[in-house]
């Protein structure tokens, strides 16, 4: 019985491992378990699968793409954004599709010109939120248009994915470890391990359309090792 957990658990291992390093298969299974976060929090499946994606999450799958491949480059001035997976992926995403108040809608910056989605890197991927203005601090505001906010969805703790809301405290909740952050304040942390805050992506209206307006502005990632 042993030897059969043994063969099991080392099945699994390899079976993370070559998800983590293939990016594809890491997408399409990234998809798969954000899923599933749809179960209340504190089920024990929901933290099963926050604890796999983390596992990927925070595996530097940037180094096995090429440095050159615009697919793998972080949002640039003048992208826009589409919804990262569902039924409307690819769509462009605007701001009276996010829900006035949370929660997060998750998206990927797209260069407009050549139509080319930037879901090369799980880093990339954005959590776009619209939110009461008079809400936010001033600093917020000033890096977010007609009340949309962007910010990177990879938690700065370990690299998990920021996939949860907290509806009564409007935070944005990382199931891996419960760090919350506050998205009417930069992002503040707020509560749990997460050393800072998640980096903002400035935004900008061009002719009614959410666009980029420059880079993070912090380090996009968890604590490295």
Request: hydrophobic content about 40%.
């Amino acid at each position: 019985m042993v030897c059969t957990a043994r063969r099991k658990w080392r099945k699994a291992k390899v079976e993370w491992l070559e998800m983590c390093q293939d990016p594809r298969r890491q997408r399409r299974d990234t998809v798969r378990l954000a899923r599933r976060t749809s179960v209340r929090p504190g089920r024990r499946a929901f933290l099963q699968a926050a604890f796999g994606l983390g596992l990927c999450l925070s595996f530097p799958d940037g180094a096995f793409a090429r440095a050159d491949d615009p697919k793998t480059a972080r949002p640039q001035e003048g992208d826009r954004f589409v919804f990262s997976f569902g039924d409307r992926e690819g769509q462009i995403v605007t701001p009276e599709d996010l829900s006035l108040g949370g929660p997060q809608q998750q998206a990927y910056a797209m260069d407009p010109r050549a139509k080319i989605v930037r879901n090369g890197s799980t880093l990339n991927l954005v959590l776009l939120l619209r939110l009461d203005p008079a809400q936010m601090t001033d600093e917020t505001r000033a890096l977010a248009a007609d009340g949309v906010v962007a910010y990177s969805a990879m938690c700065t703790h370990q690299g998990c994915l920021v996939s949860m809301w907290q509806a009564q405290a409007k935070t944005l909740f990382c199931a891996c470890h419960a760090s919350q952050f506050d998205p009417r304040d930069r992002a503040r942390v707020v509560d749990g391990p997460a050393p800072r805050r998640l980096p903002m992506l400035p935004l900008k209206m061009v002719d009614g359309v959410l666009t980029v307006a420059g880079g993070f502005t912090g380090r996009v990632g968890g604590e490295r090792l």
